[in-house]
């Protein structure tokens, strides 16, 4: 079994129409640095077990500005411009974005 299936780069689509993946979902929403995706799905991967992300799915909200992953009634994360929201606890924590590591 693919550990795709078990990432957040697995998830799916909440509507037919837009991005049809994860990683297109984060393009379309301007995150052009292929290592920024992969820090991002990453990162979010290690905020819950990997069992976490079957069945769930990403969405854009038009005009919300974020990239929402989990349910409807139950977000695990915004992807935002500059940071990853995601709850914890009864609070929601905020990660923000590294610098690309230079050579």
Known sequence: MSLALHSVA?????????PQTFDAALREFG???PWLR???AG????LYEREAWVGEQFWIPPYEGYVAVGQPRRVRAYIRSDSIEHPNGGDWSRIDYPRKPTA
């Not at 697995?10 to 837009?18: M, V």
């Open 31 to 33: 995150f052009d640095d």
């Open 10 to 18: 697995g998830t799916t689509p909440r509507y037919d129409h837009g």
């Open 38 to 40: 992969g820090w991002l």
């Open 43 to 46: 990162t979010i991967d290690s």
